[in-house]
């Protein structure tokens, strides 16, 4: 079994992370729509950009709360398909990691 407690505290980190930085494109995004059109177009670009680094951000936030949920209810690590270990490595390399290699 890969080391929970250290997992369970990179799975924290990245979260207030990505929360934050969720937080900040949201801001980015409301302040955008302010702006009059001129400039607004100018930025609309930027701000398509935004949005997808937004729901990226939002969908690893979504995986790490998942794998903290797993970790509270001692089902972590395993494969969500399967129902088989997803591996002492992988999820080092990927600690949110909810499908084993063959499922993912
Ligand atoms: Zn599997």
Known sequence: MPNIA?????LEE??????A?????????SRAADDDWEEHAVE???DEVLE?????TLDEIRQIKYALNQIE???????T???GPIGKER?????????CIACS
């Open 6 to 10: 250290k997992i369970k505290k990179q």
């Open 14 to 19: 990245k979260l207030r992370e990505l929360t």
């Open 21 to 29: 930085r969720a937080e900040e494109i949201d801001d980015d995004l």
């Open 44 to 46: 609309a670009e930027g």
């Open 52 to 56: 997808q680094v937004g729901d990226v």
């Open 73 to 79: 209810a001692g089902t972590y690590g395993v494969c």
């Open 81 to 83: 398909t399967c129902e």
């Open 91 to 99: 999820l080092e390399a990927l600690p949110f990691a909810t499908r």
